[in-house]
C-alpha cells in the first residue's frame, strides 16, 4: 500500500524558532517524495522534491529511508511561511497520494 | 506554457442531482490526471487517477465515477449525489517524463444540499 502520514493537523512556531513538519510514508518500492504548499487564496504549489535535494525558501526535506519519513525543516521560521503543507509520494504506475496536511501558523 | 482549467468554481446542487465536473488542460500531451477531494482533517484524498484516454484507477468506492474521453480532459460524475460528496475538488496534472510536479486547478467547492 502506497501510504502518507502526517502527524500533526496544527502547528504554531514563533517567529524565528526552527520548524519541523513531520511526514512518514509507507511503500514497498523507490519512492519519490515531495512537499507541497497552500498559502492563503492560491492553488497547491510544489514546495521541492527530495530528487533535487534542495533548499527552496530556506526550506529543507531529508529521505531517511531506514525510517521512513521526509521530515520538512526550517532553521527561523519566517511570518510567510504560514500556509498548509502537504506531504506527497508518487509510486508505480504515477498514483500520487497525499497526506492528510499540517497548517503551519507563525507568531509575530 | 501549460495550464489546467477546472470548472466550475463553485457549484449547489440538490441530492439526487446529478454531477459533471470538468478538467482541461492545455500545452502537454498525454498527461497523468488525478481528482482528489480536500476535506479538512483528512487532506488531500486521492479519487481517481489516469495515464492515459480510457484508463481510469479507482481509489475510493463511492458515488462518483470519473472519465477521460480526450487526452486532455479528465471528468469527474456522479448520477445521483449524496450529502455526503459535498467538499472541494481538485483537479491536477503530472508529465510523465522523469519526476516533475504536478500542477493543480482552481477547485470546485460542491455543495449538496
Known amino acids: 500500500a502506497q501510504r502518507v502520514t502526517q502527524p500533526e493537523k496544527l502547528l504554531s512556531v514563533f517567529k524565528g524558532a526552527p520548524v519541523e513538519l513531520k511526514c512518514n510514508y509507507s511503500?514497498?518500492?523507490?519512492?519519490?517524495l515531495f512537499w507541497y504548499v497552500q498559502y492563503s487564496r492560491q492553488r497547491l504549489q510544489l514546495l521541492l522534491r527530495?530528487?533535487s535535494r534542495e533548499s527552496i525558501k530556506g526550506f529543507t526535506a531529508d529521505l531517511n529511508k531506514g525510517e521512513t519519513s521526509f521530515h520538512l525543516k526550517k532553521p527561523f521560521a519566517q511570518e510567510e511561511d504560514s500556509a498548509m503543507y502537504y506531504c506527497?509520494?508518487?509510486?508505480?504506475?504515477?498514483?500520487?497520494?497525499f497526506g492528510q496536511g499540517t497548517r503551519l501558523t507563525i507568531n509575530p | 506554457s501549460q495550464t489546467i482549467h477546472q470548472w466550475p468554481a463553485t457549484l449547489v446542487q440538490p441530492v439526487g442531482s446529478p454531477l459533471s465536473l470538468e478538467c482541461t488542460v492545455e500545452?502537454?500531451?498525454?498527461?497523468?490526471l488525478y481528482w482528489y477531494r480536500q476535506a479538512a482533517g483528512r487532506g488531500l484524498q486521492l479519487l481517481f487517477y489516469?495515464?492515459?484516454?480510457?484508463?481510469i484507477s479507482s481509489e475510493v468506492p463511492q458515488n462518483l465515477s470519473a472519465s477521460r474521453p480526450q487526452d486532455r480532459q479528465f471528468i469527474l460524475s456522479s448520477k445521483k449525489l449524496l450529502l455526503s460528496d459535498s467538499g472541494f475538488y481538485l483537479c491536477?496534472?503530472?508529465?510523465?517524463?522523469?519526476?516533475?510536479?504536478?500542477?493543480f486547478g482552481q477547485g470546485t467547492r460542491l455543495t449538496v444540499v
Open positions: 489516469s495515464v492515459g484516454i480510457g484508463q
Open positions: 500545452g502537454t500531451s498525454n498527461p497523468n
Open positions: 527530495h530528487i
Open positions: 511503500y514497498s518500492g523507490s519512492p519519490e
Open positions: 491536477a496534472w503530472s508529465s510523465d517524463s522523469l519526476i516533475l510536479e504536478a500542477f
Open positions: 506527497a509520494l508518487k509510486g508505480g504506475a504515477q498514483k500520487l497520494v
